[in-house]
């Protein structure tokens, strides 16, 4: 069983930074994508970024300029900094990993993003 583990998150006022860091043990197979969701208060969870083993990534639009993901292979775990935060970037940020064609989830970190 693939264990998922997030941590970093936090309160932080508006223009400020954190990062997030995800690790991933426990499974027989190679790590594929990782990356992260997000989900606010009342709403559904939407994807923000990922990025594959060979380092390419990808975000969505709202976080793009503000977001970098990074990974390192050896120690399957994944970074998500996260500068110039607003309120809007206020959520549970969730990691996850897909391995032999499963994706697994962290318990999630709480981000916000306040004043």
């Known amino acids: 069983q693939v264990q998922v583990v997030e941590s970093g998150g936090g309160l932080v006022q508006p223009g400020g930074s954190l990062s997030l860091s995800c690790a991933a043990s426990?499974?027989?197979?190679?790590?594929?994508?990782m990356g992260w969701y997000r989900q606010a208060p009342g709403k559904e969870r939407d994807w923000v970024a990922f990025i594959t083993p060979g380092g390419v990534t990808n975000y969505v639009d709202s976080v793009k300029g503000r977001f970098t993901i990074s990974r390192d292979n050896a120690k399957n775990t994944v970074a998500l900094q996260m500068n110039n935060l607003n309120p809007e970037d206020t959520a549970v940020y969730y990691c996850?990993?897909?391995?032999?064609?499963?994706?697994?989830w962290g318990q999630g970190t709480q981000v916000t993003v306040s004043s």
């Open positions: 426990g499974s027989r197979f190679s790590i594929n994508v």
């Open positions: 996850y990993v897909h391995a032999n064609g499963i994706r697994y």
